[in-house]
């Protein structure tokens, strides 16, 4: 069966520094992968998704990155966090099977910038 | 342009009475739709799927939604509620055979009562 891991759970990081989220996916082959932010008491806001490796669409300018090294591996990133990137992260896989798959999520990274 | 609504932010329920959470979408064609459901602090769990068929769609954990297409609607329902089901719950509907995002509701927060 397929899993979704994502890491780390928490994580608190002060103003300015770096960020790298991490999350792999296995049990499947050339998934499509998502990254995801709640802000407190919101809903979705998808921040990047991809199709493939090294294929990358971003869907809100902001001071983040994404990046998809191997099939299966999706890492999010910032060079310089901003007090606005504080949030909950969700990564997200679906089945490449074209569009309108079910999304499936891993446990999420929530992210406090002091 | 395809939109998801769910009209209620908060509901309350008392232990043990029936629910529903309202869904309402705008999609052109025949749509995929989704239930998730997301405990605090935690990723989203999918309760539940409609692609085509039977109206009436079983879910995980007891849930059922029924899909009324005069209505754009996809409403979730639970006969007997437990405190367990206190999260909030996500509907969002698929943007098509060629794009690979779903479409989300801003989500309704689900409170029982004791």
């Known amino acids: 069966s397929q899993t979704i891991h994502q890491w780390p759970a928490t994580l608190v990081q002060p103003v300015g520094s770096p960020l790298s989220l991490e999350c792999t996916v296995e049990?499947?082959?050339?998934?499509?992968l998502y990254w995801y932010r709640q802000a407190a008491g919101r809903g979705l806001q998808l921040l990047f998704y991809?199709?493939?490796?090294?294929?990358i669409s971003s869907e809100v300018p902001q001071n983040l990155s994404a990046s998809r090294p191997q099939d299966r591996q999706f890492i999010l990133s910032s060079k310089k966090l901003l007090l606005s990137d504080s949030g909950f992260y969700l990564c997200?896989?679906?089945?490449?099977?074209?569009?309108?798959?079910?999304?499936?999520f891993g446990d999420g990274t929530r992210l406090s910038i002091l | 342009a395809q939109s998801v609504t769910q009209p209620d932010i908060h509901i309350t329920v008392s232990e043990g009475a029936s629910l529903e959470l309202r869904c309402n979408y705008s999609?052109?064609?025949?749509?995929?739709l989704f239930w998730y459901v997301q405990s605090p602090g935690q990723g989203l769990q999918l309760l539940l799927k409609?692609?085509?068929?039977d109206t009436l769609v079983q879910g995980i954990k007891g849930f059922e939604a029924e899909f009324k297409r005069s209505q754009s609607s996809f409403n979730l329902r639970k006969p007997s509620v437990h405190w367990s089901d206190a999260a909030e719950y996500f509907c969002?509907?698929?943007?098509?055979?060629?794009?690979?995002?779903?479409?989300w509701g801003a989500g309704t927060k689900l409170i029982i009562k004791p």
């Open positions: 991809s199709i493939g490796i090294d294929q």
């Open positions: 969002a509907v698929g943007a098509g055979r060629s794009n690979y995002q779903l479409i």
């Open positions: 997200a896989w679906s089945a490449d099977r074209g569009g309108n798959q079910p999304q499936h």
């Open positions: 999609y052109g064609a025949t749509p995929y």
């Open positions: 409609y692609f085509s068929g």
């Open positions: 049990g499947t082959s050339n998934p499509n």
